[in-house]
């Protein structure tokens, strides 16, 4: 039943090692984002995939790759993980590009 | 660089009372705003959005828009203690207007 899923919830994880978050979205919308929410909580996009093809690309460090297999699932992976990493990463859907975005229940990220 | 700016507070107010949220943007060019509450811990969930010049009321909140003054409000009418959550102003930003630029919030506590 839930809208905009993500897994895991939780991550803990040492520096030096990759880690992918995985996003599933039921509400049929085109539009998928990831967004990082540091420890100010200061949200801020990173990624926008509108129907799997890549609209938004912040200055987000290329350790960062997003990937859309298809128009419901937006995965994030992330190579060689450095303490700064450390964030609740969360993702959204919309019906469309600049639309009503419905957000995930975020997964926290802890690098050690 | 694009620009959201809120109040970070706290913004303390008693039960039943009126608070008064307020957000202010840069780029001119901005034609969706949104309203979103975040309980700690939790995912930012839309409370509000709105387009158009002026006031849109929904139950007990009202957003406000002046694009002349490049100014959101989001006001809450009696106030309850579960209202007590950080709220984020959302403008959509860049050239397409499909990215959505946060405030980094405004702590509310409404006390019993």
């Known amino acids: 039943d839930t809208a905009v899923s993500q897994t895991p919830k939780y991550l803990v994880t040492q520096m030096g090692n990759d880690k992918s978050i995985k996003c599933e979205q039921n509400?049929?919308?085109?539009?998928m984002y990831w967004y990082k929410q540091d420890s100010k909580k200061f949200l801020k996009i990173m990624f926008s995939?509108?129907?799997?093809?890549?609209?938004i690309n912040e200055t987000v460090p290329n350790r960062f790759s997003p990937k859309s297999p298809d128009k419901a699932h937006l995965n994030l992976h992330i190579n060689s993980l450095e303490l700064g990493d450390s964030a609740v990463y969360f993702c959204?859907?919309?019906?469309?590009?600049?639309?009503?975005?419905?957000f995930g229940p975020g997964t926290r990220l802890t690098v050690l | 660089q694009k620009e959201v700016e809120q109040n970070s507070g706290p913004l303390s107010v008693p039960e039943g009372a009126i608070a008064s949220l307020n957000c202010t943007y840069s780029d001119r060019g901005s034609q969706s705003f949104f309203w979103y509450r975040q309980y700690s811990g939790k995912s930012p969930e839309l409370i509000m959005f709105?387009?158009?010049?002026g006031d849109k009321e929904d139950g007990r909140f009202t957003a406000q828009l002046n694009k002349a003054s490049q100014y959101v409000s989001l006001l809450i009418r009696d106030s309850q203690p579960s209202d007590s959550a950080t709220y984020l102003c959302a403008v959509t930003s860049g050239g397409s207007n499909y990215k959505l630029t946060f405030g980094k919030g405004t702590l509310l506590t409404v006390n019993p």
């Open positions: 995939y509108n129907n799997k093809e890549l609209i």
């Open positions: 709105i387009y158009s010049n």
């Open positions: 959204a859907s919309s019906q469309s590009a600049g639309g009503r975005e419905f």
């Open positions: 509400l049929g919308h085109d539009t």
